[in-house]
């Protein structure tokens, strides 16, 4: 398989969101040319359909993947089996590592392909490989479990303290950053109404009353599956 200049890789999309840097790009970014040539040289070319599995909560860990086109939701089961999502990731991000840190590592969740998607997988060997020879991808992921820790404070005390509409708001914009515009200019989030109560903490009725509402503004279209966004500044001020 013929690679690119490893810097297409690691540069990449601007990122317009919460994120100042996607996952996959801070991981490889510190890297010289050369290594991130043997790293993609190692990796795996794997492409899924969508609702395809990538691996499952529960399975042991034996590698990462870096994504390359499409978006992928991490999802959890709570103790009654209901499913809840917990992110969704997109090109350039990495989903899979943390896992690999302790050995017998497994799967802290399900990542399931909402699209299209393409990644490229390394193996556990090749990142323990990567972490002894380079140790600037160990303060990456001291960093990375740093930030997610605080995310996921920040959503703690959203959910105990800020009303659902106004999570429900809040996690549109942050999903409107992940997919970006199209070719057209026009913002389309391809998640079900579930996905985003899952990522809001809240219903899917209070998803769908929310929606319907801004719905009836112009500030969006709900479609089957999708959500148009139209004034994401009018839904940003809002969820402010």
Do not use: W
């Not at 990375?144 to 009303?163: H, I, K, M, Q």
């Not at 913002?187 to 985003?196: A, E, G, M, N, Y």
């Amino acid at each position: 398989m013929a690679l690119a200049d490893p810097r297409d890789y690691v540069v990449g999309r601007a990122a317009t969101g919460p994120r100042c840097q996607t996952d996959g790009v801070a991981l490889l970014a510190g890297l010289p040319d050369e290594e991130i040539r043997r790293v993609l040289a190692a990796a795996r070319r794997r492409r899924f359909g969508r609702r395809e599995v990538l691996f499952y909560e529960g399975d042991p860990a034996d590698s990462l993947h870096l994504i390359v086109t499409g978006r992928v939701a991490v999802r959890v089961t709570a103790a009654l089996g209901e499913t809840a999502t917990l992110d969704v990731l997109g090109p350039q991000d990495v989903v899979g590592e943390l896992a690999l840190l302790a050995p017998g590592g497994v799967r802290a969740a399900t990542v399931v392909a909402l699209e299209r998607v393409e990644t490229m997988v390394v193996s556990a060997s090749a990142f323990a490989t990567l972490r002894q020879e380079q140790p600037s991808v160990d303060q990456f992921l001291l960093t990375l479990a740093g930030r997610r820790n605080r995310a996921l404070t920040s959503r703690l005390v959203e959910a105990l303290y800020v009303p659902a509409d106004v999570r429900v708001l809040r996690r549109l914009v942050d999903m409107a950053a992940v997919y970006g515009p199209g070719d057209d200019g026009e913002i389309v989030i391809s998640l079900t109404q579930d996905d985003l109560a899952g990522l809001a903490g809240t219903t899917r009725e209070t998803v769908n009353r929310v929606l319907h509402t801004e719905a009836q503004r112009g500030e969006l279209e709900l479609g089957r599956g999708s959500i148009a966004v139209r004034d994401l500044a009018a839904i940003t001020k809002r969820a402010r």
